[in-house]
Structure formats: structure tokens, C-alpha cells
């Protein structure tokens, strides 16, 4: 169990360190999403009510999208020198290279979730009429959503051809859910149109099976050749 | 016998790569793995390292499988296996922690024993690719192995660089470990090798010591 939490601690800070230097991904990100808000910007002009119907939906797709350009970078790190093996040769757990990859993405997309933020509440004219502090849990555990299946088939797809194209292809369809949690809870909390509980409940049920499936089969996904 | 293959066999779709490798290795011995580009020696040294599933036949690694042997295992590949992005010694502490090894003190004695300094702040990725092999080395002796798998160790390195490295093999193997290495670069190894191995087409056809080589020549 120490030996987990010093390797997902390590490769975590590295990462960290990897990208603190690069910048890549956060900067492909933030540049992505401005560019999303400042385009939705132009092309609808919402009133306050409407802005609440439907910002929702705007702000998480914009954050999935800006997510699979972290996700693709993660462990395109890996493949350059082929320093995955390296990992793969080592005794540390599967696990624990994958936790640290999940966590270090998390972080990513909820730095440029706290970016963006505020600028979809300039932009939108966004004020919540419902409880506001639910939005975090809501960000929490939607970000988890994204990043924990991003990051697992971001790993499958590595070793495809085309692992760019793949991992939308892999990522977006079994997301629905989450997404649909999301924009839907979002919806309820902004609009102040009943209670976000059932959607937030979902978000978490929803983490909690894939976190399980993905910490169970990335050993198998680690070792295919 | 520490390294034992039996009837082993690597095929991707249709292609084999390995087509029933037998052998047996001794420890604290020198091979050095000859043959043409695609008979069979980098998958080879890949199914020794773990990094390739056996389709059948069986690799024995001190009484294991390579998986549950991988703390007696050092492998360096033809790709150096580091981080670009980071320090040689930023590189290694990290590898370090995957063999559960704490501290610097292992790192900078490896560091330097391949023949660089542990101080040098530049990234990897601005090596020479001499340092890089160097670091390559290092940390594949990192967790200090009893078995270490070397593929083109001495590639795009010049003569002096590569005779050193050589030295630095010749004394892991007198000090008891038991070294593969793959290359084309035979002659580099003449005197200090101690068997000369020969694949062809997916199979070891011949095997020679490298004292009745050495006398051939």
C-alpha cells in the first residue's frame, strides 16, 4: 500500500513537473476553451433566462473537448523513448501509474475549469438561482467522470494508428451519461428548477463504477502488446 | 541455470518472430547476440525483459517468469527509455522510486560510474548521444540487477565512448552478472565476450565461445 502511494505520488509529481515545463497541455487547453466561449459568445445572443437553459450544456462540452487534448498528451509523454517500458519492466503496480495519470489530469482540467469559469460567467451573464455550491461537487465529480474513463481509453488507444481520432471515438459515447448528469445538473442548479440530488447521485455512482473498472482491467491494457 | 528458454516461440498475426528458441545461460557470463535485422534477437531480448508475451514455450529467469523476476532484470533498449524533459539524476530518482530505492546516494553512484556527472542540470534531451546511452545504462543498473538485457547499446556512439561502455560491461560480468547484449557491432566485444550466439530467421543457430572466435580471427 506505501509502495502504491509513493509510485502514484512520484509519477504524479513528475508529471507535474513534466508539464509545468512543457505547458503543452494546459496551454492547447485554455487557448481551446477561450476560443469556445469566445465563439458560442458571437454566435447566440441569450438572454439571462436562456443563458441558464442552456449554459450548461455550452460550458461541459467545452470542457470535454479541451479534456481530450490533456488526455491525448498524457501518455503521448510515455510513448516518446518508449519510456512506458521502463514502467512495464519495473515491479511498481499498474495501478499506481494509472491513479497518478487520473489525478494529474483531474488537476489539469479542474485548473482550467477555475480559468474558464468565470469567464462563461462574464461572457453569459450567468447567475445562479438555485444553490450555488452545488455546482462543486457537480464540477468535482463530473471532472473525475471525464478524466478517469479519458484516461483509461486514452491508454488503449495508444498503440492504435490514428490513437488521436480514437480516443473521442472510445471517450464520448460511454461519457453520455456523465455529460447528460452534468449539463442536466447544472441546468437545475442555474435556473433554481428543483433539486440537482438525483443528478449528483448519479455523478457518483457513475464514479464509483468506473473508477472500479478501470483501476481493474488497466494491468491488462498496461501489458498488451 | 539462470536463464533457461524452451521451445520458444513470438508470432504477430502470422509472422513469427521466434520460432522455437532453446537455450540455457550461465550466470556471470558475457553473450552477445549476433544475426541479420529481423532474425528474431530484439524480440527476443523482449520476451526476456517481459515486454513480450511468449506465445508458447517458456522463459525460466532464476527459477521465474520474467514478470516475477523483474527485480533481478535490467533492460536498456535501442530508444533510451528516459525522459527527454528532465535531468539525468531528475530521471533516475524517479526510476529509483518504482524499485522502491529512496535517496539520491544510488543514483549519483550510478550516475557516475557510468561516467557522468550527477550534478549536470541540463535535460536529457540535450545529451550527445554517447551521455545518453551512458544514462540509459545507468538506469538499467539502477536496482542493481543480477541479469542485464542491452539492445544496440553501442548504436550512433563513437569508438572511444563505445569501448568504454564496453569496459564498464566487462567489469558488471566480473562482478557476477550475467549480460545479453544484442548488436551489430561484434568486433567491439571480441576478448571479452564469452559466448557469441547466432540467430537466424526467428532461431539461435549457432553458438560460439568467444575464446574459439577470438582464436578463429
Excluded at chain 1, 504524479?12 to 492547447?28: H, P, V, Y
Excluded at chain 1, 483531474?106 to 461572457?123: C, D, G, K, N, Y
Excluded at chain 2, 528458454?5 to 513470438?10: D, G, H, I
Excluded at chain 2, 566485444?189 to 553458438?207: N, Y
Aim: glycine share 6%.
Amino acid at each position: 500500500m506505501s509502495s502504491l502511494r509513493s509510485i502514484t505520488v512520484a509519477t504524479l509529481t513528475k508529471d507535474i513537473r513534466l508539464e509545468w515545463r512543457s505547458k503543452d497541455a494546459l496551454n492547447s487547453m485554455l487557448f481551446f476553451s477561450l476560443l469556445v466561449v469566445v465563439i458560442f459568445s458571437f454566435s447566440f445572443d441569450p438572454n439571462a433566462e436562456e443563458s441558464r437553459e442552456i449554459a450548461g450544456g455550452l460550458i461541459w462540452v467545452a470542457f470535454l473537448f479541451a479534456a481530450v487534448v490533456a488526455l491525448n498528451q498524457t501518455w503521448a509523454r510515455e510513448l516518446r523513448n518508449q519510456v512506458l517500458d521502463a514502467y512495464r519492466v519495473s515491479p511498481a503496480p499498474a495501478t499506481a501509474l494509472f491513479l497518478a495519470k487520473a489525478l494529474g489530469n483531474f488537476i489539469l482540467v479542474s485548473l482550467l475549469e477555475a480559468l474558464m469559469a468565470p469567464l462563461f460567467v462574464i461572457f453569459y451573464n450567468l447567475r445562479a438561482l438555485g444553490p450555488a455550491w452545488q455546482l462543486i461537487p457537480v464540477a468535482l465529480l463530473g471532472t473525475w467522470a471525464l478524466v478517469v474513463n479519458g484516461t483509461f481509453f486514452a491508454a488503449m488507444s495508444l498503440r492504435t494508428r490514428s490513437r488521436e481520432i480514437m480516443l473521442p471515438l472510445l471517450l464520448f459515447p460511454i461519457s453520455i451519461p456523465a455529460v447528460q448528469s452534468m449539463v442536466e445538473a447544472t441546468r437545475i442548479i442555474l435556473a433554481g428548477d428543483g433539486s440537482a440530488r438525483f443528478w449528483i447521485v448519479l455523478l457518483l455512482t457513475y464514479d464509483v463504477v468506473f473508477t472500479t473498472a478501470c483501476l481493474g482491467l488497466f494491468e491488462t491494457v498496461l501489458q498488451a502488446e | 541455470m539462470p536463464v533457461t528458454l524452451s521451445a520458444l516461440v513470438k508470432q504477430f498475426g502470422r509472422f513469427a518472430a521466434l520460432r522455437g528458441v532453446d537455450g540455457e545461460f550461465d550466470a556471470a557470463r558475457f553473450y552477445v547476440i549476433l544475426g541479420d535485422n529481423g532474425a528474431g534477437k530484439t524480440t527476443l531480448l523482449r520476451a526476456l525483459a517481459g515486454l513480450a508475451q511468449p506465445t508458447r514455450g517458456t522463459i525460466s529467469i532464476l527459477g521465474k517468469n520474467p514478470h516475477e523476476a523483474c527485480r533481478e532484470i535490467g533492460y536498456m533498449a535501442h530508444p533510451s527509455l528516459l525522459y527527454d524533459e528532465m535531468s539525468g539524476l531528475e530521471n533516475l530518482r524517479y526510476f529509483a522510486r518504482l524499485y522502491d530505492i529512496s535517496g539520491d546516494s544510488r543514483c549519483e553512484q550510478v550516475i557516475r560510474w557510468v561516467g557522468l556527472d550527477p550534478e549536470l542540470s541540463r535535460p536529457v534531451g540535450n545529451y550527445s548521444q554517447g551521455m545518453r546511452q551512458r544514462m540509459s545504462l545507468a538506469r538499467a543498473i539502477l536496482h542493481d540487477p543480477k541479469i542485464l538485457l542491452l539492445d544496440e547499446p553501442f548504436s550512433n556512439v563513437d569508438v572511444h565512448s563505445a569501448q568504454e561502455m564496453v569496459g564498464l560491461l566487462k567489469a558488471m560480468r566480473d562482478a557476477g552478472k550475467t549480460i545479453f547484449v544484442v548488436t551489430h557491432q561484434a568486433s567491439l566485444l571480441e576478448g571479452v565476450a564469452d559466448e557469441f550466439i547466432w540467430m537466424q530467421a526467428g532461431k539461435i543457430v549457432d553458438r560460439t565461445s568467444g575464446l574459439t572466435r577470438s582464436a578463429a580471427q
